[in-house]
């Protein structure tokens, strides 16, 4: 983890928010990588789940909502996490989750003599408090969305009759939330603000099973098909203890992280809890009905959720490698092609006799062609390869002598670094057919 964390920060991926102040626990900033790795992931699934499919739209729903939301789904009074104080070090800790949690009086994982200090678990609310307009008090008060899920069921009767729907549908949302955590940390795996790419999908009662197993399967072959390994993958489902309030089954995707096996991504049938208390305390009828069959029914609802921040994560974990090249370490990121940052660096060989003018032509015209491109020229080619190859740039295109008198550029491959001549005039055409393979 900690090796990743360097290269992050080092080349551009993630800072520490407000880092010329002393930085803010566990908030963090997306450099100018991160925030196209970020970009590319949510694409990726943003394609998976809406653009190539005739059944899921998109929406996106305010992070403020009615206060009348959180109460009705349940926030206001369950959304909780068990809360323990050290009366020895003043630390405090999640109860249910103390694997790996570190004292905070003598910085080691905490020990049996630690717990004997603990005080008995509170529930702690995990929402963040605002106030709508001038004035604080009681009619003021708001909170900052702890998951996007329920913008989509209160719009679920707007998104039905609009999109002229009919169950089995899907509502996908990609945006932020915000959860007062107890214990953030491990970088970004656990953060107070976070991103979410989050489905909702509507479904006749007698087929959630079906519907169910659809989509834990679809999500783990997402994960896979960019680059993570089966091996450091898992199904784990929850046992009727762990289950929420509103689900009838959940199962996580797990990922064996640096920091050991940790969930990834939750897929929750969510029974027909939220429509039902929605339709119930707003009195509008969420019900469908179908005008061919004249068949009534409220909807269950299967919630694939995942962290944007945890997929990062995941993708760099899974990327990162290192290897020794006859006594020279390279540092490389196998990055899957769709999802690298920069998708081509150019170089022209020397700073000279018409090389940068030509490379920059090459990147012009890669660009058009919407590839995300990086342009050195500074230093040896040998370096400036290893530069790229430690971001996760599939491939580098040098623009040498040959260049200037036959049309020909190197195109190397990061994961194999072979290199082949190709012409240039061929080169976006080319690179565009590998990311779309």
């Known amino acids: 983890m900690e090796q990743i964390v360097n290269v992050a920060k080092r080349r551009g991926f993630v800072f520490p928010a407000s880092e010329i102040y002393g930085g803010l626990n566990s908030c963090w900033d997306y450099g100018p990588l991160g925030v196209e790795l970020k970009r590319n992931i949510k694409s990726a699934w943003w394609h998976s789940m809406?653009?190539?499919?005739?059944?899921?739209?998109?929406?996106?729903?305010?992070?403020?909502?009615?206060?009348?939301?959180?109460?009705?789904?349940?926030?206001?009074?369950?959304?909780?996490?068990?809360l323990v104080d050290c009366r020895e070090c003043k630390a405090r800790f999640r109860a249910d989750d103390l694997d790996g949690a570190i004292c905070g009086k003598n910085k080691k994982p905490i020990s049996?003599?630690?717990?004997?200090?603990?005080?008995?678990?509170?529930?702690?609310n995990l929402m963040f408090q605002t106030h709508?307009?001038?004035?604080?008090?009681?009619?003021?008060l708001a909170y900052l969305r702890p998951e996007t899920a329920q913008g989509i069921f209160t719009n679920y009767l707007n998104v039905q009759t609009t999109a002229r729907l009919k169950p089995p549908f899907g509502v996908a949302q990609i945006g932020k939330s915000f959860r007062n955590e107890i214990t953030p940390g491990n970088f970004i795996f656990r953060t107070r603000e976070f991103e979410q790419m989050e489905m909702e999908y509507f479904v006749p009662p007698d087929q959630w099973e079906q519907w169910y197993d659809y989509w834990r399967?679809?999500?783990?072959?997402?994960?896979?098909?960019l680059g993570l390994a089966p091996e450091r993958l898992r199904m784990r489902d929850h046992d009727a203890a762990e289950l929420a309030h509103y689900s009838n089954a959940?199962?996580?995707?797990?990922?064996?992280?640096?920091?050991?096996?940790?969930e990834l991504e939750g897929i929750a049938s969510r029974s027909d809890f939220d429509l039902k208390r929605h339709s119930e305390s707003s009195g509008k009828q969420l019900e469908f009905f179908d005008g061919q069959t004249r068949e009534r029914f409220m909807p269950y609802v299967?919630?694939?959720?995942?962290?944007?921040?945890r997929a990062i994560l995941a993708f760099l974990a899974e990327a990162y490698d290192e290897q020794d090249l006859d006594g020279d370490k390279r540092t490389v990121l196998h990055l899957h092609p769709r999802l690298a940052p920069m998708k081509v660096a150019v170089f022209p060989l020397v700073k000279k006799e018409g090389m940068p003018e030509r490379a920059n032509e090459i990147?012009?015209?890669?660009?058009?062609?919407?590839?995300?491109?990086?342009?050195d020229q500074s230093g040896a080619i040998g370096r400036r390869y290893r530069r790229q190859d430690e971001i996760g740039t599939p491939w580098c295109v040098t623009i040498d002598g040959e260049t200037l008198s036959d049309g020909t550029v190197t195109l190397r491959d990061?994961?194999?670094?072979?290199?082949?001549?190709?012409?240039?005039?061929?080169?976006?055409?080319?690179?565009?057919?590998?990311?779309?393979?």
């Open 217 to 225: 399967k679809e999500r783990m072959d997402w994960y896979v098909g």
């Open 50 to 82: 809406v653009s190539t499919r005739r059944d899921i739209v998109g929406l996106d729903s305010a992070v403020l909502q009615h206060p009348e939301v959180w109460r009705t789904s349940g926030h206001v009074d369950g959304f909780s996490d068990p």
């Open 363 to 375: 990147e012009d015209a890669l660009r058009k062609r919407g590839i995300q491109t990086f342009y």
């Open 302 to 309: 299967i919630e694939p959720a995942g962290g944007v921040d």
């Open 112 to 124: 049996e003599e630690c717990r004997g200090h603990f005080t008995e678990p509170r529930a702690f």
């Open 132 to 140: 709508l307009g001038p004035v604080e008090g009681e009619g003021s």
């Open 250 to 262: 959940t199962s996580d995707i797990e990922y064996e992280f640096p920091i050991g096996w940790k």
């Open 414 to 437: 990061r994961d194999s670094m072979e290199q082949q001549r190709v012409p240039e005039a061929d080169l976006p055409a080319m690179i565009a057919e590998k990311l779309a393979s």
